[in-house]
């Protein structure tokens, strides 16, 4: 997890979960473990997420009684009232289809823990259109509805 002073830079106290933001990450060779070692010793932005998901692991890096900032809007309501989940990109489709995997898992965990719907999940393009995030996923799946169909399957 990262440190408290990081806590203060990519986010705020007092958050109450009510929905979750989706986001791939840009660079399709770094791993969970990396994004979080860089977050901790090298962003200098604003910008953080509460879980980074990949192949091997699911690592939570801010308390999710803190927001984050991730959607790149302000006090938006990803901001202001989502949990932020990074899945890592990946040139292997099926590695990258192994972290998604993960991440969907702890998707539904999350959804029965706060008691949100799929309608409580967010894409980061749906607060920001000219962002086309989540790439991968939107590339695989085509559309938010066919990726949220996997939410609800077993």
Not at 52 to 61: G, P, Y
Not at 77 to 99: D, M, T
Request: include cysteine; hydrophobic fraction near 35%.
């Amino acid at each position: 997890m990262l440190s408290q002073d990081k806590w203060k830079q990519y986010g705020l106290p007092d958050f109450e979960p009510k929905g979750i933001v989706i986001h791939n990450t840009n660079n399709q060779q770094w791993t969970a473990k990396r994004i979080e070692e860089f977050l901790q010793k090298e962003n200098t932005g604003s910008n953080g997420c509460h879980y980074v998901v990949d192949h091997k692991e699911a690592r939570q890096i801010m308390p999710l009684d803190w927001s984050a900032w991730s959607t790149g809007r302000g006090m938006d309501f990803g901001n202001k009232h989502c949990i932020s989940i990074e899945i890592c990109s990946n040139p292997s489709n099926r590695l990258y289809l192994e972290g998604q995997d993960r991440a969907v898992k702890l998707i539904r965990k999350l959804m029965k823990k706060y008691h949100l719907t799929t309608d409580d999940i967010f894409f980061h393009r749906d607060f920001d259109q000219s962002i086309n995030c989540p790439a991968q996923i939107l590339r695989i799946y085509g559309s938010k509805a066919n990726f949220l169909a996997l939410l609800k399957g077993k």
